[in-house]
């Protein structure tokens, strides 16, 4: 296909599974390969498969959970190192990272489900079950 370029090099390219390990998006990379094959990565708006290649300029929408990031490829790293590193292979964008921290206080405002049950049922909450469950 093409030559093997330096990490840093404008026309390097690495497998999107293995540079969403390196940039620490995953803790490992069984689990960025079962994210991409999930539809959870989109690369420049489109699915695609954990073989399919990144380069510097691509755009990355990741689903995490809740959270979704959109990320732009800055550089690209063929090993994970540390988080200092890691955080230098991307560049959030501005609405991603609003997007996001507006979710995050929506989420803790947001009764947890469950919030109102305490214990067992009630002689009274039996009688209730029991009406649904019994015809």
Same mark, same amino acid.
């Given at each position: 296909m093409s030559d093997? *370029? +330096? +990490?840093? *090099?404008p026309d390097a390219r690495t497998r999107i599974d293995k540079w969403l390990w390196a940039a620490r998006f995953f803790k490992h990379r069984t689990g960025a390969t079962d994210a991409v094959d999930g539809g959870k990565v989109k690369l420049n708006g489109v699915a695609v498969k954990p073989s399919r290649e990144v380069k510097a300029g691509d755009r990355l929408d990741i689903t995490i959970g809740d959270d979704v990031f959109t990320v732009i490829v800055r550089d690209i790293a063929e090993k994970r190192g540390p988080a200092s590193v890691a955080q230098q292979l991307y560049e959030e964008t501005a609405e991603s990272i609003a997007r996001r921290s507006e979710a995050r206080e929506m989420r803790r405002f947001a009764a947890t489900p469950g919030a109102d049950l305490h214990g067992r049922p009630t002689k009274r909450d039996r009688r209730q079950i029991r009406r649904f469950t019994d015809f």
């Open positions: 093997k *370029h +330096p +990490p840093n *090099h």
